[in-house]
């Protein structure tokens, strides 16, 4: 299973609402995302699920790049992308899935506790992750049962420059 880690694009420091969950994209952090969504199209990344946090900021984050791929399925909304999940949830949620190719876009500090435990298969490693990056990981069937080879990660400057 290939998985793809997006962290979301640069977002508002306070919602109108005042609340976290409605933090929305910066214009600076939409541009970057359609500079970023036409790098990931070039990388032809064939994803069968797009899952995605319940918080706006992520799903703005996904929307131009699953356009750009082409990706015409719903995007999967669940609470075990949020930033204090637990990472293994979103694991074993990919297992039930079974696809051959995921996109997964969330948040700090979760994706860091998310891609250190499929890097090491330990829960207490975190890599953080920049905005608007994306790292990609070969997986078993199962990712929660091993450790994922590592495939690339590209800060938002080297996605820009690919677009």
Do not use: W
Request: proline share 9%.
């Amino acid at each position: 299973m290939l998985i793809h880690l997006l962290r979301h694009a640069e977002a508002e420091d306070i919602s109108p609402t005042g609340r976290d969950a409605d933090r929305r994209l910066t214009e600076e952090g939409k541009k970057r995302m359609r500079a970023v969504a036409k790098a990931i199209a070039k990388l032809d990344p064939g994803y069968d699920a797009v899952l995605v946090s319940p918080l706006v900021r992520a799903r703005q984050t996904a929307e131009p790049v699953v356009e750009a791929c082409g990706f015409k399925e719903p995007l999967t909304e669940t609470k075990n992308l949020s930033p204090n999940a637990d990472p293994i949830q979103v694991l074993h949620e990919l297992a039930r899935l079974g696809p051959s190719s995921a996109l997964l876009v969330g948040h700090q500090p979760h994706f860091g506790r998310l891609f250190g435990l499929l890097l090491s298969g330990r829960s207490d490693l975190e890599v953080p992750m920049k905005k608007a990056a994306l790292a990609a990981l070969e997986a078993p069937s199962d990712p929660s049962l091993g450790r994922a080879e590592l495939k690339f990660y590209l800060p938002p400057r080297l996605l820009e420059k690919l677009a």
